[in-house]
């Protein structure tokens, strides 16, 4: 795939193009995946790095000229993440970058931004988190969230489910990727075992938004650097 020499002039207010020669390099070895989570958004603004994404459709059609792959419309984007680690676990690229399937919800810069994502996690292991505010109000009052589901039926806050499933000790500032779209190195996805990643996928693979789909979306940050 040739490198988009109009993407290297590319700048606004909201997006920059920093290290130019590494987003080339980064395109230009083939070393990335691009894994999309999919209900019916228009994934034209991918086309240009059609050659690197996966495409998971929980919708209807069948977006046959994408080879997508089809999955039942369950657990919102973690599920459809915790799949392609858990099926590609010995196989996986240099570098990882998740997206839901309508970047603008989230982010500017459509394809551009994703591929910056890539740069950062090329050089430190994983794309810089956009978000930090106080745990507090991380799913931590029941009652407002009473009307999710649970896996199993078990209501439970995020700071115990946090502190249960990830061996850490729940931090006064969360810090996460907004929208859950971010890029991250093989070795830091493999920190962690395989029944690691297909625990996660049991929390979440119960309803179409389950409760502990929101506490992994705030979890990934940690999931990969512990």
């Known amino acids: 795939m040739d490198f988009n020499k109009k993407y290297l002039k590319y700048k606004n207010k909201y997006f920059k193009l920093k290290n130019k020669n590494k987003v080339k390099d980064l395109i230009n070895s083939k070393k990335i995946k691009v894994i999309v989570s999919r209900y019916n958004e228009d994934i034209s603004w991918l086309n240009k790095v059609k050659d690197f994404v996966i495409l998971y459709n929980k919708g209807k059609d069948d977006l046959k000229d994408w080879n997508a792959i089809k999955l039942k419309n369950v657990g919102r984007e973690t599920d459809t993440y915790l799949n392609y680690i858990i099926e590609n676990y010995n196989n996986l690229p240099d570098i990882c970058i998740f997206t839901q399937g309508n970047i603008k919800d989230h982010y500017y810069g459509g394809y551009k931004y994703l591929l910056k994502l890539g740069v950062e996690a090329l050089n430190n292991g994983i794309s810089k988190p956009q978000k930090n505010y106080p745990s507090t109000g991380n799913f931590n009052n029941m009652e407002k969230f009473n009307n999710y589901k649970y896996y199993d039926d078990k209501k439970i806050l995020f700071r115990d489910w946090f502190e249960k499933n990830l061996g850490l000790k729940y931090p006064k500032n969360i810090t996460y990727f907004g929208g859950a779209i971010f890029a991250v190195s093989r070795s ?23 409760m502990e789909g929101h506490f992994i979306e705030r979890s990934w940050y940690y999931i990969f650097t512990k």
Do not use: C, E, R, T
């Open 188 to 210: 830091n996805i493999l920190k962690n075992d395989l029944n690691f990643y297909k625990k996660m996928l049991k929390y979440v693979s119960h309803d179409i938004n389950p």
